[in-house]
């Protein structure tokens, strides 16, 4: 007998009313359809859904919406859209019995990928190799306590630490003076560590900066054209 794979949770803020067989088919096509999208098991992502509200939508050809609220492992979450059809475009109630009925959930085009990504449980994943112009790798939860590893493609020297150093502490001072005019998104704390197995290791406490923090310090590297760099991976401290 296969082990049984593992479903997002499903909960509301309401007194439930859906049909056993809507939630069912919801929940189980929901983490079929996201894996697809995320390329790996959605509950390596997301804990679960959360209904706020019994607020369905119907298009005229059938189509049914809801808004939920995708909900991580932090117990943060994003508010996100779903939609159900059928083959013959009936319209299709939460409260109605669709054991018998051809009904299909998906995620809608809101859904937003890369930042679910980002939260992944697995011990690496690999992220944003388009955005930048090296590769760029991120392990495990992402939050606040953050070391920004940076190996180098070209022969090693002596002045490519203090280049790493100072390209990031510019940055830094950079956010936090733009932040300071915002009063928000500060980046607490920066500490160059050490260089090890030819990679120049720098701890941030992000503090309120976010994933936005983490995209601006590495951008200022790539922006950096005495860096030759071949990857940046950002791990949790």
Same mark, same amino acid.
């Given at each position: 007998? #296969?082990?049984?794979?593992?479903?997002?949770?499903?909960?509301?803020?309401?007194?439930?009313?859906?049909?056993?067989?809507?939630?069912?088919?919801?929940?189980?096509?929901?983490?079929?359809?996201?894996?697809?999208?995320? #390329?790996?098991?959605?509950?390596?992502?997301?804990?679960?859904?959360?209904?706020?509200?019994?607020?369905?939508?119907?298009?005229? *050809?059938?189509?049914?919406?809801?808004?939920?609220?995708?909900?991580?492992?932090?117990?943060?979450?994003? *508010?996100?859209?779903?939609?159900?059809?059928?083959?013959?475009?009936?319209?299709?109630?939460?409260?109605?019995?669709? *054991?018998?009925?051809?009904?299909?959930?998906?995620?809608?085009?809101?859904?937003?990928?890369?930042?679910?990504?980002?939260?992944?449980?697995?011990?690496?994943?690999?992220?944003?190799?388009?955005?930048?112009?090296?590769?760029?790798?991120?392990?495990?939860?992402?939050?606040?306590?953050?070391?920004?590893?940076?190996?180098?493609?070209?022969?090693?020297?002596?002045?490519?630490?203090?280049?790493?150093?100072?390209?990031?502490?510019?940055?830094?001072?950079?956010?936090?003076?733009?932040?300071?005019?915002?009063?928000?998104?500060?980046?607490?704390?920066?500490?160059?560590?050490?260089?090890?197995?030819?990679?120049?290791?720098?701890?941030?406490?992000?503090?309120?900066?976010?994933? *936005?923090?983490?995209?601006?310090?590495?951008?200022?590297?790539?922006?950096?054209?005495?860096?030759?760099?071949?990857?940046?991976?950002?791990?949790?401290?």
């Amino acid at each position: 007998m #296969g082990r049984k794979k593992k479903e997002l949770q499903l909960d509301f803020t309401f007194v439930d009313d859906f049909h056993p067989s809507f939630k069912s088919k919801l929940i189980t096509q929901l983490t079929e359809s996201g894996t697809k999208l995320l #390329g790996e098991s959605i509950t390596n992502c997301l804990w679960g859904i959360l209904i706020d509200e019994n607020s369905a939508k119907f298009a005229k *050809e059938g189509h049914g919406y809801t808004k939920v609220s995708a909900v991580d492992w932090r117990s943060f979450s994003r *508010e996100v859209t779903v939609k159900w059809c059928t083959s013959d475009q009936k319209i299709i109630r939460p409260v109605d019995n669709v *054991e018998d009925i051809d009904i299909t959930f998906s995620w809608c085009e809101d859904f937003p990928i890369k930042s679910i990504k980002m939260q992944s449980k697995k011990k690496t994943i690999v992220v944003d190799s388009e955005m930048f112009p090296f590769e760029v790798e991120y392990s495990g939860y992402i939050e606040s306590d953050i070391c920004l590893e940076v190996s180098l493609n070209s022969t090693e020297c002596d002045d490519d630490k203090q280049l790493i150093v100072d390209t990031l502490k510019r940055a830094y001072d950079s956010w936090n003076l733009e932040s300071e005019k915002s009063g928000d998104k500060y980046i607490n704390y920066m500490r160059y560590i050490k260089k090890y197995r030819k990679k120049y290791i720098t701890y941030f406490d992000l503090g309120s900066s976010g994933i *936005e923090g983490i995209h601006f310090l590495i951008q200022s590297l790539a922006n950096n054209k005495d860096l030759d760099i071949g990857k940046v991976f950002v791990k949790q401290s």
